[in-house]
């Protein structure tokens, strides 16, 4: 997309911040008492606020910095979820087994890296659109494929099979992978009172995801 940077935000100031995935959910209450509730959003859509990883005078202007370079809301750039940025869970490294992306049907050469989030008829499946350039790793039935086997597009989080190596008909495609969000900023203007700064108060730097 023209519209967005392929750059990471700070880490060392994403650390601190503050934030996650919220749905947006619309809930009627009956005469009788009873509620009926509905999902207006497909997917949830993650918010963090950047400017709780600001502790120095050094790292504000780092983020003011990067905030010209994305010209406020217009560019949106990547952002690294600590909680949240790879195929497995925090405390182990992604594996070719890790999410299931695809059933090979003997033609269909590419597939959307995705990440799901629980188990059974109720999981909730997400698209991956920036996995981490490099990361990928791809498995077909269980055998992990060597690197001449697949592309995938770190922009797009696409992986597209080489001719010889398409899935053959009924087999489980499946991939691990880091990813990072694709953001923007949700403010044109961040304001900073530096006297109140140097006494400990952060300025407000609200950011939120782009949906694929």
């Known amino acids: 997309m023209s519209d967005f940077h392929e750059v990471r935000f700070p880490l060392d100031i994403a650390r601190g911040a503050r934030g996650g995935p919220e749905r947006q959910t619309q809930i009627v209450t009956l ?8 999902s207006r959003w497909a997917h949830s859509r ?8 600001v502790r120095s005078l050094d790292a504000l202007a780092a983020v003011v910095s990067f905030f010209e370079e994305r010209r406020g809301r217009l ?3 990547r952002w690294r979820d600590r909680l949240d940025c790879k195929s497995c869970p925090p405390g182990q490294e992604p594996g070719a087994m890790d999410q ?5 049907d003997g033609a269909t050469a590419s597939f959307q890296l995705c990440k799901s989030y629980g188990l059974g008829g109720q999981a909730y499946r997400r698209d991956i659109a920036k996995p981490v350039a490099g990361s990928v790793l791809v498995a ?5 494929q060597p690197a001449s086997a697949f592309t995938c597009n770190a922009t797009s989080g696409v992986v597209t099979f080489s001719p010889g190596f398409v899935p053959p008909a009924g087999t489980a495609i499946s991939a691990g992978f880091f990813f ?3 953001v923007r900023f949700d403010t044109d203007a961040i304001e900073v009172d530096l006297s109140a700064f140097e006494a400990g108060e952060i300025p407000r730097i609200p950011v939120i995801e782009i949906l694929p």
Do not use: Q, T, W
């Open 46 to 53: 993650r918010r963090y606020d950047a400017g709780l990883g």
């Open 75 to 77: 560019y949106g750039f």
């Open 31 to 38: 005469a009788s008492g009873r509620e009926v509730r509905n």
């Open 140 to 144: 077909i039935d269980g055998l992990v």
């Open 180 to 182: 990072d969000v694709p």
């Open 100 to 104: 299931l992306i695809g059933l090979g």
